[in-house]
């Protein structure tokens, strides 16, 4: 079961950089058969492109970390690094999906102990779900926010709202399992794996259904 499930992290989390690199490839091929090649433009692409596959490099890594409880060496982070990164990184996703990101801070308690590659593994999970869910989502604006507030004493949250489609009732009290998905095409990790990264860092996760989409959350305990 251990290794199953190591090894379906480590293609689930290798799929991201890869899907990502693909992605700004093929917007690289489009800008230089374009009227305007603009250098600048084209190395920002580059220069992405590379961030990616050094990404790659270390999911093996990080995921043992996960399933092998290796030792972790844990650093001082600021969330908001961890949410702008993470933020960066999906911006071509999110703009090709229409999708407008927005990150909003409301508290000065922003520091954790933590490892921040996969802080930012258990966000990207969120967020590429909200951009899912926005997918046939009937809404003139699709948009999610990315709130870090102060939450019980001592605790910090990142919660990630959209107004997609909503999670069933169906699978609202498992969606943090492993291989739990209404998706055609999802394998039911993403949540797993950012249950995982979260319970690494002495926090838990939780979901709510809001009016119109849903709330996802990671609580952290403040450095
Ligand atoms: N923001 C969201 N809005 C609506 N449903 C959600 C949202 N996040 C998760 N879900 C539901 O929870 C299920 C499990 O999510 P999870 O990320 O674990 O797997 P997946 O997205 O289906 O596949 P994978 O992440 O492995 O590609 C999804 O299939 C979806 O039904
Ligand atoms: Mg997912």
Redesign the pocket.
């Known amino acids: 079961m251990a290794v199953r499930v190591m090894t379906a992290y480590v293609a689930?989390e290798l799929n991201h950089p890869l899907g990502t690199i693909i992605n700004l490839a093929n917007i690289l091929a489009r800008r230089l058969v374009g009227p305007v090649v603009r250098p600048k433009d084209i190395s920002q692409h580059i220069k992405h492109i590379k961030a990616e596959a050094v990404r790659a490099t270390s999911v093996i890594k990080n995921m043992r970390m996960l399933t092998e409880h290796m030792p972790t060496a844990y650093e001082s982070l600021s969330l908001i690094e961890v949410c702008q990164d993470t933020i960066a990184r999906m911006k071509p996703l999110a703009k090709s999906k229409q999708v407008n990101v927005r990150l909003e801070v409301r508290t000065t308690f922003v520091r954790v102990q933590g490892v921040k590659e996969l802080l930012e593994t258990a966000l990207y999970?969120f967020i590429i779900?909200?951009i899912?869910?926005l997918d046939h989502a009937n809404v003139t604006r699709r948009l999610v926010t990315i709130r870090i507030l102060a939450r019980g004493p001592g605790e910090t949250t990142i919660q990630v709202l959209?107004n997609?489609?909503?999670?069933?009732d169906s699978?609202l009290d498992k969606?943090f399992e492993p291989f739990?998905?209404?998706?055609t095409d999802?394998?039911?990790?993403?949540?797993?794996i950012a249950g995982d990264v979260i319970r690494l860092h002495h926090g838990r996760v939780c979901c709510h259904q809001r009016k119109s989409g849903?709330c996802?959350e990671m609580i952290l305990p403040q450095q």
């Open positions: 689930h999970n779900n909200s899912a869910a959209d997609g489609i909503g999670v069933p699978i969606i739990v998905t209404t998706r999802g394998s039911g990790l993403g949540l797993a849903t996802m």
